[in-house]
């Protein structure tokens, strides 16, 4: 078989299970495979493809036409520029959450970050290497999350200290940033997400409980007893959350509300300044 014939079998497959990116995905897993780039399949796509090449290739197509994510397939998603290891114990890095790094980049330089719900570390790794901060510090309640996150940091050289616990469960310092990509889905519309989601990425690192803010409740109304004065908190959000979470931030003392969209023109992060009050 052919590199092209064994691609346009590849996509025939993943159009039939249902795939959204048939193409684009039988391109990427045959890149994977072979080590080749799309411009030399398409230059080259008369070689013919090795017996051993040709039945790798064929095993990942059939898993991703069970809607196993690509990354799982692969181990690795690119975020901000770098390549991150991703297994089933963590969400898969999006490029919404890069928005949320982008805010923090802008006020992170010489700051105690901490972030909680890391998950793969991709948010912690990325401010620590690109966002020259005095410390980043991250915790998780998954063992095996952490696992995932601290292989990052150390495949990429980025100075972070782990926790394991339930959000500041093993904290016991002061941050001048709290960023937090928490779980934020209601639990209702689990139900309704793509299988690639809901049926292999962890739920623990998805469900908000009831109305999905449940998080954001926890994280905004202990805040104050882990932020710095004039101390930040970022949170990423459902596109239709920005109204309860800054909501909960005012109510909670929080000053300087800022909502900012995605790349889809979509409320994505909201961000708040904490003000203590200092004794006359």
């Known amino acids: 078989m052919t590199r092209r014939e064994a691609v346009q079998f590849a ?10 990116e048939a193409r684009l995905d039988a391109r990427y897993l045959f890149c ?23 039945r790798h290739y ?10 196993i994510p690509l990354q799982h397939l692969t181990g690795e998603q690119e975020f901000m520029g770098m390549s991150f290891e991703v297994t089933p114990d963590v969400l898969v890095p999006r490029q919404d959450t890069e928005c949320l790094v982008e805010e923090v980049l802008k006020y992170s330089e010489g700051k105690r970050v901490l972030d909680l719900c890391t998950g793969s570390g991709c948010i912690a790794v990325s401010i620590a290497k690109l966002g020259k901060p005095q410390v980043v510090h991250a915790s998780d309640l998954s063992k095996a999350a952490l696992a995932v996150a601290e292989r990052n940091a150390g495949k990429l050289r980025a100075e972070i200290r782990f926790f394991e616990g339930d959000l500041y469960e093993a904290i016991s310092e002061k941050y001048d940033i709290i960023v937090s990509n928490p779980p934020y889905i209601a639990t209702a ?3 309704g997400l793509m299988q690639e989601v809901r049926l292999h990425e962890p739920v623990m690192a998805l469900d908000g409980a009831e109305d999905g803010l449940l998080f954001y409740r926890r994280i905004i109304e202990a805040a104050h007893d882990y932020l710095m004065p004039d ?6 959000i459902g596109c239709n959350q920005a109204g309860a979470v800054s909501t909960l931030l005012l109510q909670n003392g929080f000053e300087s509300v800022q909502v900012r969209k995605d790349y889809a023109g979509l409320d994505r992060v909201v961000s708040a300044r904490w003000v203590k009050a200092v004794p006359l």
Not at 11 to 20: S, V, Y
Not at 58 to 67: D, G, M, T
Not at 231 to 236: A, D, K, T, V, Y
């Open 32 to 54: 994977y495979v072979t080590g080749l780039s799309q411009t030399q399949l398409m230059l080259d796509g008369e070689e013919l493809l090795s017996e051993d090449m040709c």
């Open 58 to 67: 064929e095993e990942l197509v059939e898993k991703r036409a069970e809607h």
């Open 11 to 20: 996509e025939k497959q993943l159009l039939q299970a249902g795939i959204a």
């Open 189 to 191: 519309e689990l139900a």
């Open 231 to 236: 101390g930040m908190l970022f949170f990423e």
